[in-house]
């Protein structure tokens, strides 16, 4: 027989609360509902995408000097730029390394992540004005140079003055990256 479609129907029973087929689970505690977001998603994706593209870009930039004419730039002792320019590919390679160690910690979710991003964040900024500082120390330089240089200052003030902060205060970021080390210093850092 089929339910009357005039009379009020009638309480659920009462007891576990059920969307669909599905039980409804609330968090028991306050550190459970009050732990936000977690995961590499969000904003992290924008981290994420940036954290692998780092040391393809930074090597892409000093890859011009490693052709033959760039080794014959470097190697020549009258050349007014060698020290700007051996300081520029020995920093590179710094820099992606760094790059590439971040990259490794964020897919491992590593609590060491965040720290070793902003040290490449703010690396690659000093790295970028030290150059144009070098650069501009030297007389035989184009000035047309200056305006490519400010821009990426400009460009690696603003990723720091973004992410640093968000790395910094984000609730995502703080509830994703929490692995603790792993390897032969984890044993070390457990005893203490």
Known sequence: M???PYRAPRPAAKGELQLGDQLLVFSSTPQERNAGPKG???WLILVGINVCMSPLVVLG???PLLSREGWALMLD????LRTTLWCGVSGAILLAAVATIAAALYFRRSRRFP???IAFLIGNLLYTVG??????????VDPAMTPVNMRDITNKLIHCAIWVPYLLTSRRVRNTFIEPKRGPDAALGSAS
């Open 2 to 4: 089929t339910e009357d």
């Open 40 to 42: 590499l998603g969000g």
């Open 131 to 140: 150059i144009v500082v070098l650069v501009s120390m030297n007389q035989d």
């Open 77 to 80: 002792a009258e050349n007014a």
């Open 115 to 117: 720290r070793w991003y």
């Open 61 to 63: 930039n000093v890859t």
